[in-house]
Nanobody
Framework: EVHIVESGGGLVQAGGSLRLSCAAS????????IGWFRQAPGKEREAVSS????????NYADSVKGRFTISSDGAKNMIWLQMNSLKPEDTGVYYC?????????????????WGQGTQVTVSS
């Protein structure tokens, strides 16, 4: 059974940092691309970052490039999203997503498995 559980969300002031964690289990980790999506109230869901576990290739949305860093510990099936220099527009529910396929990238990822999400709120 697949389990994806996010944690680490919270309330932070603009300019601050948060580190989101994703614990993934129940699937062949090395065959998947792991990503982070977010959705703000009234807005479309946005792909934020992805990591291809087999070779470590990472991608970032332009809106977070240079501020967010995705990383993983394959031995523990853990994925993190370090978010620095947070802005109010980063507010939303952040979801950890897994999708099987070597050619999956941030821009074509739709997700085979989704976590329940963790709320990030950035105050101005």
């Amino acid at each position: 059974e697949v389990h994806i559980v996010e944690s680490g969300g919270g309330l932070v002031q603009a300019g601050g940092s948060l580190r989101l964690s994703c614990a993934a289990s129940g699937f062949a980790y090395d065959d998947y691309v792991i990503g982070w999506f977010r959705q703000a109230p009234g807005k479309e869901r946005e792909a934020v970052s992805s990591l291809r576990t087999r070779d470590g290739t990472t991608n970032y949305a332009d809106s977070v490039k240079g501020r967010f860093t995705i990383s993983s510990d394959g031995a523990k099936n853990m994925i993190w999203l370090q978010m620095n220099s947070l802005k109010p527009e980063d507010t939303g529910v952040y979801y950890c997503v897994a999708e099987r396929g070597f050619y999956i990238t941030l821009w074509n990822m739709i997700g085979d498995y989704w976590g329940q999400g963790t709320q990030v709120t950035v105050s101005s």
